[in-house]
Every structure is written in structure tokens, then in C-alpha cells.
């Protein structure tokens, strides 16, 4: 029976190699605007129901579709004002359905990673073909409609299966957003190639704090400015991320929209933020820090 994950050592925090993002940054900041397409009858996954009441469940679907009609509009005002680009966790089936967005995040030169096909199929019971030929297939239609060879993934609702890491280094992906465990980057254990979880902070995530947590606007904007300030401090010892994920039929009604932004232009005011995508911390992390990274690992392990 396994004990742990299996996918990075134990590495505590203090006494790590230190980080320093360009021109000096304490934090690395980005968002992850969740860019997605739910079915209102998918196929059965027998290990999970897209809904929680039987299909069709009209309610919920609609929600979600305003978020691309109406709120992902909204979203990208808001972040043009502070020049903060997205870093989107995108179903790639919203390429089919939805390609006025995708247009208009190319012209904002956002980074796309991909969130499997759709936010209802899940990758649970999926053989390891199976899973390849999903993650082959979001990456070939994000390029074909971007021009973006994705480096980034995040599994479709949080679905992994076993083969997920490794799938991910053998394809080419440089870092995955699924594992929490940490607020820098972390190098992975995988038998070929070189992959990093890239801090993704949930305990911000939109859909947990308005749909779990339940939490008004306020008090999301308020806990967003604590999260960066706890990270920003830490960040003069040795670099941080700090993630935003965000969905915008959350974050996008009109109720909730001027809370976010609040939150966003105390986080750009900073002096020493670096404001990127993800795929610019995980290239400038690989190219600088990587190696002295795995090595400190190993050292301590073998210590």
C-alpha cells in the first residue's frame, strides 16, 4: 500500500534555495481565468455525476453559459485596466463552440494550458491511451486554434488517474496546476523529462470560496489581499507565487466584479510583484532555479 503520493519528496519550506524573480520581484502573480464548457448530458462516468440533480439539469448548465455570454467580458475589462494577462485553464472543446473568446484572449496575447476537452467528461477509469489521446487531443486543437503549443494542464474537474504525471513529462508539458502542496514551484518525480507543479492556490479559488466557503465579495476581497500580504512578506527571504484561479460566472456577476478588482489593483500597487503567466514563471524557474532545486532535494533526502 502506498503511504504518500509518490510525486515530490518532503521539502520544508525554510532553507531552500533562494528564488528571485526579474528585476527583483518577491512574488510571481498570475491568474487563471477557468475557461470552460459544460454539457448538459454528457456520457456517464460511473465514478461521478456532472450534476447533482438527474439530467437534464438546466439550472446549473445555465449558469456556467453566462459566464461565457456575458461575465468573461466583464472578466477581461477588469484585467486589461491593470495590464494583468490570463493564464487560461481552458476546455478545449470552448475552441468549437466559443472561438469569439478564444479570439478575443489571442489578442491579448493571454496564455492558454489546457483543462481537458470538457469540464463534464471526465478522467477517471480512463486507460492510459485513453488519457494520452485526450491530452493529444487538447493539445493539437488549442495550437490549431491559438498557435499556442500548450505547457500547462490542469485535469478536467480535478480528475486524475495514476498515469496523469507521467503522461504529462512524456508529452512535453512543462508544469501541471493540480497538486497544492506548496507556494513556489516544485519539481516532480517522473521517470523522463522535467515537470514542475506550479502553485495554484486554491484556497482562493473562486468556486470554493463563493460555492463552498460561501463567502461574500468582501470578505473574498479581503482574503485575497491577506493571502498576498503573508506571501509578499515571505517573498523578500526567496520568491513566491501566488495564483488567482478564477471562473468568471463566479467572479463576473455584477454583485462580486468591483470586490475582485479592489483586490487586484492593491496587488499590482506593490512595488516587487512580478505580474506574468504561468508559463513565464515556469521558464524562468526551470532556466535558473531547477537544478539547484532538485539538488537540495536530494541532499536533504540523503542527509
Same mark, same amino acid.
Given at each position: 500500500?502506498? #503511504? ?94 466559443? @472561438? ?26 480512463? #486507460? ?6 485526450? $491530452? ?6 488549442? &495550437? ?13 474537474? $480535478? ?11 512524456? &508529452? ?6 493540480? &497538486? ?14 522535467? $515537470? ?6 486554491? #484556497? ?9 466557503? $460561501? ?15 503573508? &506571501? ?12 488567482? @484561479? ?16 479592489? +483586490? ?27 537544478? +539547484? ?11
Amino acid at each position: 500500500m502506498k #503511504s504518500d503520493l509518490a510525486l515530490y519528496d518532503y521539502w520544508p519550506y525554510a532553507n531552500r534555495p533562494k528564488i528571485v524573480w526579474p528585476n527583483g520581484a518577491r512574488v510571481a502573480f498570475w491568474i487563471a481565468p477557468n475557461i470552460e464548457f459544460y454539457e448538459i448530458d454528457p456520457p456517464n462516468n460511473p465514478d461521478r455525476a456532472p450534476w447533482a440533480r438527474p439530467n437534464p439539469d438546466v439550472g446549473p448548465v445555465s449558469s456556467r453559459d453566462h459566464g461565457n455570454r456575458v461575465a468573461q467580458w466583464r472578466l477581461m475589462e477588469v484585467m486589461d485596466r491593470y495590464k494583468v494577462r490570463g493564464s487560461v485553464s481552458l476546455s478545449a472543446a470552448v475552441c468549437d463552440h466559443h @472561438p469569439e473568446i478564444i479570439k478575443e484572449c489571442v489578442a491579448r496575447n493571454w496564455e492558454f494550458f489546457s483543462h481537458g476537452i470538457y469540464n463534464t467528461r471526465y478522467s477517471y477509469g480512463m #486507460s492510459r491511451d485513453q488519457e494520452k489521446a485526450m $491530452l493529444q487531443d487538447s493539445m493539437d486543437t488549442i &495550437l490549431k486554434a491559438t498557435g499556442q503549443r500548450i505547457a500547462g494542464y490542469l485535469t478536467p474537474a $480535478l480528475t486524475h488517474t495514476e498515469n496523469t504525471m507521467e503522461l504529462l513529462a512524456e &508529452l512535453g508539458f512543462t508544469y501541471t496546476c493540480d &497538486l497544492f502542496q506548496d507556494d513556489q514551484p516544485h519539481p516532480l518525480k517522473v521517470k523522463a523529462g522535467k $515537470l514542475i507543479s506550479m502553485p495554484y492556490t486554491m #484556497s482562493i479559488n473562486d468556486i470554493f470560496c463563493f460555492n463552498s466557503f $460561501l463567502v461574500t465579495p468582501r470578505r473574498y476581497c479581503q482574503m485575497i489581499k491577506d493571502e498576498f500580504d503573508q &506571501l509578499y512578506e515571505e517573498g523578500e527571504k526567496s520568491g513566491t507565487v501566488m495564483c488567482i @484561479p478564477l471562473h468568471a460566472f463566479l467572479i463576473g456577476q455584477g454583485h462580486r466584479l468591483a470586490a475582485f478588482e479592489e +483586490a487586484l489593483a492593491y496587488i499590482t500597487s506593490n512595488p516587487g510583484v512580478w505580474v506574468a503567466t504561468a508559463r513565464e514563471i515556469a521558464e524562468y524557474y526551470n532556466a535558473n532555479y531547477y537544478d +539547484a532545486c532538485v539538488a537540495d532535494i536530494a541532499a536533504r533526502k540523503n542527509g
